[in-house]
Every structure is written in C-alpha cells, then in structure tokens.
C-alpha cells in the first residue's frame, strides 16, 4: 500500500496541504508577520529578497511580510513604507519572485497603526491618546474614514498587482483596525462608533470592499484580536461577531492575534508557556468555518503537531521561530528537528533590537536578516582550529567553523558544554535556553567537532599540538567588590547561589541590579507550589480565558513567596531600567508582586554579623540579613590569549574574555559567528 511521506513523517498534521480560499498551501506553517526594519536601507529589496526567499526555501507555506500602510498618516514611523502608487510596485515584485522561486506563496500585510504612529501626523478612530505614545491622535472625520477605507482597498489591489498572493489587514495588536472596534479606543457617536455593529463597520467594509475590488482568487487575510489583554478590550461575544462579519464580508483565513501593545501581559516572552495563547485562537475556530491560524510561543514541531492535531486551529503561525531557522519545516519533514535551531523567545536581538531603531536579527541566528552579508558558503581554505571554552561565544564559532569546513577542536574545562547558559537554565521560565544546548550538542556530533571536556588546554598544549588558529573564548569570572566585609561568611556569590552550593536564608540582599541580579531575585523568589502549567501562567498574569470581562483581563493572583529579598545599585537611576526593553518590565511586575524591593543610590559601608550596611543621602541604614549575594557584575578570563600571541599563534580573544562589561548572550554568539565567518 502507496504511504505517503506526509503520514510517514512524525508530523503529519503539520505537513498536510490546505485550502485556503481559492489557492492550497502546501503545509500548516505560515511565517507571521515581523516588523524588521529589512525595508530600510540600502539594497532594502534584494536584502528583504534573500530573507524571505530563504524561508520560502526551507519549506514554509504562507509569508507574511511586514506591515505596509495603506497611506500616509497609517505608517508607523517616519521612514515605514506605504504601498499607494502603482510606481513603487518594483519594491515589491522581486520579494514575490524569491518566494515564489521556492513554492512559497506570500501576502502583503497592510497595516496602519492609528493612534500608535511615531510621526508627527497622528490619525485615529477618536482622539484617544494611546498609553504608549506622547502624541494623542487627530480624529478622523467621516470622510476621511471612507477614503481611508479605499486607501486599504487600493493598497490591497496593487498588492495583487504586483504578484502577492493575496493580503493581511492588521486587525490586532492594538493598531487602527483594532482601535476602531474597542471601546477603548473608540468614543465616536456617529457611524463609525458606539454599537458593535458600527464599531465593527471599518474592518468588514474594507474586507467586503476588497474581495469586490480584487476578485475571489487572492487570499484575504485578516489578523484578528482574539483577547485584547487591556482594559476596555473587546469581550468574546464581540470577537465572535467580528470574526463572522468577516467571514461574511469575504475573508478567507484568520489569523490570530493576542494582546494590544500596551497589555502588561506576556504574551511572547519566555516565560510564557509554548502554546499558552492557543485557547483564544481555537474558541474562534468554533465560530467561523474559514481556516484560523494560532500562534505565540509554538517554537518547536512537536508543539505545533499536537496543537494542529487537536483540532484546535487550522495552521500555526510562526515569526520568530523562522527568524531563527529559516529550514524549521524542511527539518522537520526529514525527521531532523533536533537540528532546528530553535527560538528561545528572549527577544533579545529581534524585538530589542527593533525598539532601539536596529534592523532585526535573532540571537541564536545571527545570520537573520543578514543573509546578503553572510551568505551560506565555505571557507576559502580549511584549517585546524583549536577554540578554548564551549560557553554561547565558543559554541558560536566552533559550530559555525565547522559548517563552513574547518576542522575544530573545542576545550571545556568543565564536565559540560554550555557556560553560562547552564546558569541561566535554573532561572524559573528560561528553561528555553536548554534548546539552545540541544542544538549545539546536536551540530557539534554532525560537524565531527573535537569536544574535550573536563580539560583545562593550557597555551604550552595548545602551541605545541601547532594549530593554525586558536580561539580564547574563556568566559568571565565573577567580580568582586571592595567592601568591608566582603568575605564575611553570609556573603556569596550568584555562582554559589545558581548552582545549589549554598541553602540561600530568608531576609536576602542582592548587591547589583544587572542582568544576572534580576534572575537571581527571580530564583529566589519563585512561589512555592504554583504548578508549571498554562492555567497558573494565566492565573499569574490575570488573564481570562473565557473573554468574558473586557479585554480578557481580571486581577493577577499573587502568590506568596519564600523569602524577602531586597535589591542594591550604586547609581541612581531607576532599578532595572538596563534590562532588555522586550522583558525587563516583566521582570520588575513580575519581583514588585513578589514583594521584591529595589534601592537605587546606595554607598556600600560594610558587611558583618549584624547583615548589611548601606547610605542612601549619606543617611545609615543596616538591612539584617540572612545572605548577601554578589552580582556586581563581571571581570574578564582571558589571560592566555596574551601568552599565545606572545609565542606567535594567531589567536583571537572573543565574548566575555575579551571584554566582560555589557556581555550579553547576543553579543557572544555575535562575535562567535562573525569570526567563524572570517576563517
Ligand atoms: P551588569 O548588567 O553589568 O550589572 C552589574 C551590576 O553590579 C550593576 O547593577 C552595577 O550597579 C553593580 N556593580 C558593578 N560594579 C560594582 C562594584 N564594584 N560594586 C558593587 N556593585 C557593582 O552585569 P550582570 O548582572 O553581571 O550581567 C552580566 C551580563 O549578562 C549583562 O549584560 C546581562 O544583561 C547579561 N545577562 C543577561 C541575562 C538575560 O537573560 N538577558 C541574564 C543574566 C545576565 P551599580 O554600578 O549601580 O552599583
Ligand atoms: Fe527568538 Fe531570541 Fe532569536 Fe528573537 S532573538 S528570534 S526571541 S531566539
């Protein structure tokens, strides 16, 4: 009997093709839609070309590409692009091309941002000012309405035209479309406000009007809001009606959307379980008969095979996870997944990046969004290359060496590979980076790299066994701060803490505010006996999965926590603030509900049996304490590389051993890549 590879493969629900509309994709995954800032730039075109390409070519279905607004005041920013004129098609049409190339199919997501616009030209459905902008919005008059209306129906029909597959209006996440149905934004008394049903007119009229315009072939999509996660959200009764009035107005597809910008839920972060988001997605599938795609945090096949499997959405979107590795679907067809180097969710390199004006990348990929730079290909010659240290920095480049054809062996002093990433395995919710691990462990066995561990390499070894480079990526040392007391026998240090080698008391002070003294507060806080499942994650952040509130949201439960911990800076900014923009507000909801302190200003005078003295204002104040624990950040480790380079070995100094001042995971598998890519 003829079995195809589709039920042959450990994911057969993924795989399977499916109609959507009037065209069939070939599999469940579509790329969602990112905002990467690709668009911007020199050769902005061929670059986005070889990123989306790449992902058509490594088997993804249907591509999203990025928000386009329909007209002027609907760009996010200065410099976002519109698609209003046939002339700017040429943008357009060699993206489609590289998709296409590779079987792919691609819409045009059309997005205008409403209230949430960066520019000086704020449009809105009423003048309600978003919490997230400085700027309240001009109010759109009636008339203006209708020929924003036409605005999106004319940016949809030169999509077509310029060979998409069809269309995305962006209908969630708080931007126009879903400004106009929430009374949260919408305060209008005339046609376009007050009931749902005039609420809802907008979106349903630009759908209705665009299936008119471009006929029944193109794919309409519509990324629908299906939980706000804001006060003055929409309810389920009113997600439902919308998502009908779309289906009856000629949408094809569905695709799914959580949580305004503003929402003080995480919904993306790591510390959101895989899949945590899918209950509002699938309530949805029930009420329309089109295909509903779900998303956030499905990151790995299997998650997304159970997800599809259950019947809960038709199609599964993933963003990031393709920023990562463009080959997720081809990996997963051929029964490779654990060669998928998998989204992490830390948002580090994407997200943060996007906030700080940066063109995205990912962070264990930092190949993304850089393809034209970096191009696929092997080194000129091969060499031998020894790399000391299998922490993010060493992992990078030995990996990365090794794909592109030289031979590596790679030194851990420890039992294991990994560094610091062990350490951040322990913090509650970072269990992510173990797929990190994985992946490493999973390329080192392919590549046939030469892994020693549990062997200190000194610079005599390494010169004699006479390699042609040697790589010092030797990681840091924690730092140690001139105050009295400081080797008092309370005081300990975050490595002493992390690994279990002391049983932390119950009054704690943590000295720094870094990356590292957050997680640490994070770890010694985690509540007792909260279950790790989707229900107590909602529980926490107050999310209500029946919609039945507004937005979805009701108050957070608080749960108690193990000990009282209070956090110092010498500076005097606000605590936390050098956290990344994506999580650290997370982070700090997350240790204020926990009763965490944070004291920012403080002169360190001393350690000793009475616990920690400390000056705000040049005020004393003791703090009796149990432990101290020392996170003021780290020094550098990488002495041998100067002993080598002396001796004549070319030798490069990479990661935190090279400079340990804001090292962060980024930045080690960064510099890791790139050198793996000048060899
Ligand atoms: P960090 O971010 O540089 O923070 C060091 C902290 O120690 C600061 O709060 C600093 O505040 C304090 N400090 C510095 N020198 C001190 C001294 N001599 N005496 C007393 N206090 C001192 O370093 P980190 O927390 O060790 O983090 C290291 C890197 O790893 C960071 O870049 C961090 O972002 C990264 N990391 C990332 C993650 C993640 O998941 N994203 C997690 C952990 C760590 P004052 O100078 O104001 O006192
Ligand atoms: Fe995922 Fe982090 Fe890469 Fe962003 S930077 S795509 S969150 S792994």
Redesign the pocket.
Known sequence: MFVSVVEKSPYPHLLSPLRVGQQVLRNRVVMGSMHTRLEYGENAVSRQAAFFGARAGGGVALIITGGVAPNWEGRIEEEALTLEREDQLDEHRPVVAAVHAYGGKILLQILHTGAYAKHGDIVGISDIQSPINSRAPRPLTAAEIEATIEDFVRCAALAVQAGYDGVEFMGSEGYFLNQCVATRMNNRTDEWGGSLQKRIRIPVEIVRRTRARIGPQPIISYRISATDLVEGGQTAGEIDTLARALEAAGADMLNVGVGWHESVVPTVAYMAPRGAFIFAASRLKAVVRIPVVGSNRINMPQVAEEILARGEVDLVSLARPLLADPCFVNKSAAGRAAEINTCIA?N?ACLDYIFVGKTASCLVNPRACRETQFPDTPGRVSRRIAVVGAGPAGLSVAVNAALRGHRITLYEASGEIGG?IN??LR?PG?TEFGEMLRYYRTQLELQRVDVRLNTAVSAEQLLRDQYNAVVVATG?L??T???PGIDHPSTVS?LDVLTGRVDVGRRVAI?????????VACFLTVPRGVPDTIDAYLDTWGVDPTIAIPGGIRAPTVHTTPRAVTM????A?R?GE???KS?GWIHRIELRRRGVKAL?G?T?RRIDDEGLHYAIDGRDHLMPVDHVV?????EPNGAMASTLARAGCEVHLIGGARV??????VRATEEGFRLAYGF
Do not use: M, N, V
């Not at 110092?568 to 500076?571: D, G, T, V, Y």
């Not at 020392?630 to 780290?634: D, F, P, R, T």
């Open positions: 830390c580090q610091e350490l951040a913090i970072k840091t924690p730092r701060p001139d105050i975050y000295i720094g505010t870094g990356g590292i003294g957050y997680d110092f800076q010498r500076s900014g605590p050098r956290l990344g999580t920012a403080c360190y020392i996170c003021a950040g780290q340990a001042g804001e090292l962060d995971a």
